[in-house]
């Protein structure tokens, strides 16, 4: 009888098992790109890849290198530069990231300023962080237009685009405190530089 119960209990240790690893080996579909851009927005594109167990390097890697997709352009370079999942290069992982720029991802476009603003991965460079801000803050990124009012606020930039900037802010959307007012206040402190028609000029709304 123990002998019996001892075989039942193996039998369904055995299937309970099988069961599991069933599904931790299940296959993790490729990330669409609607996806894959909120994902980079709400910067966790990396987490998501390590979450996934690492499944879709190959794939990433492939809609990266051969069919040249942005958003995959971007991903693959911050694993490269990270050494998410993959042996880290961070030169190679630039080069990725942009190139995802040059096809105006705006969230490629964003880190890149960031990382030349604080010198993250390539030397610092604020007058070239506000180059790929400003195309940044262009395609609606937030994150991108405060900082570029940060630069701007710093004497980086040009006054010429300081309308524009202040246009962004003024159209902004955020239901997030704390952002909505560093929106106000580099809103102030942006008027302190402008003429008085330019920021009435900028004051209009975002379709105008």
Request: with cysteine.
């Amino acid at each position: 009888m123990k002998i019996l119960i001892s075989l039942l209990v193996f039998v369904g240790l055995a299937m309970y098992n099988q069961r599991v690893n069933s599904q931790e080996l299940q296959a993790v579909q490729i990330y669409s790109q609607d996806e894959l851009i909120r994902l980079i927005n709400n910067n966790q594109h990396l987490e998501r890849v390590v979450a996934d167990r690492c499944q879709l390097v190959q794939d990433i890697e492939a809609r990266a290198e051969v069919m040249q997709v942005p958003a995959y352009q971007f991903l693959w370079g911050d694993m490269l530069a990270w050494g998410v999942c993959v042996d880290k290069d961070p030169q190679l992982g630039v080069y990725f990231m942009r190139e995802a720029a040059d096809h105006g991802l705006a969230g490629a476009l964003e880190q890149l300023g960031r990382y030349y603003s604080q010198g993250v991965l390539v030397q610092e460079d604020r007058k070239r962080a506000v180059i790929f801000l400003r195309e940044a803050s262009a395609l609606g990124n937030l994150k991108a237009q405060l900082q570029l009012a940060e630069l701007f606020i710093d004497g980086y930039g040009s006054p010429y685009d300081f309308e524009d900037l202040y246009h962004w802010l003024y159209n902004a959307i955020t239901d997030d405190r704390p952002t909505h007012l560093k929106i106000a206040n580099y809103m102030a402190e942006l008027e302190a530089l402008m003429h008085p028609r330019a920021v009435r000029n900028a004051r209009k709304p975002r379709d105008s």
